[in-house]
């Protein structure tokens, strides 16, 4: 059975930095894995995006402030989160394109910046 737990969020402060993790149990192995994020009244959004090969995408909002990284073989995926803003509020999910299409997702971690 496949899982998705992700961690690492909690509450801080606009400026502040936060990492977020993602263990993808019962994941043998995938070829790309993604954050998302969903926050209170507006839809879940894509936000950054990793190949297995390394290849990295982000979305305007966060890109030169978020970094995405992990790899298929530890079944890991990281989100390091740096000079947070109060628009970050979110609840953030890791997923594979395909769990998302599928609407599979974790529990999620929350993310709350005060400004």
């Known amino acids: 059975q496949v899982r998705l737990v992700e961690s690492g969020g909690g509450s801080v402060q606009a400026g502040k930095s936060l990492q977020l993790s993602c263990i993808g149990v019962?994941?043998?192995?995938?070829?790309?894995m993604g954050w998302y994020r969903q926050a209170p009244g507006k839809r879940r959004e894509s936000i950054a995006n990793?190949?297995?090969?390394?290849?990295?995408k982000y979305v305007d909002s966060v890109k030169g402030r978020f970094t995405i990284s992990g790899g298929s073989a530890e079944n890991t995926l990281y989100l390091h989160m740096a000079n947070v803003k109060p628009e970050d509020t979110a609840e953030y999910h890791c997923n594979t394109p395909l769990g998302a299409q599928l609407g599979v997702w974790g529990q999620g971690t929350w993310v709350i910046v005060s400004s």
């Open positions: 019962g994941i043998v192995s995938w070829e790309e």
């Open positions: 990793i190949t297995r090969t390394g290849d990295t």
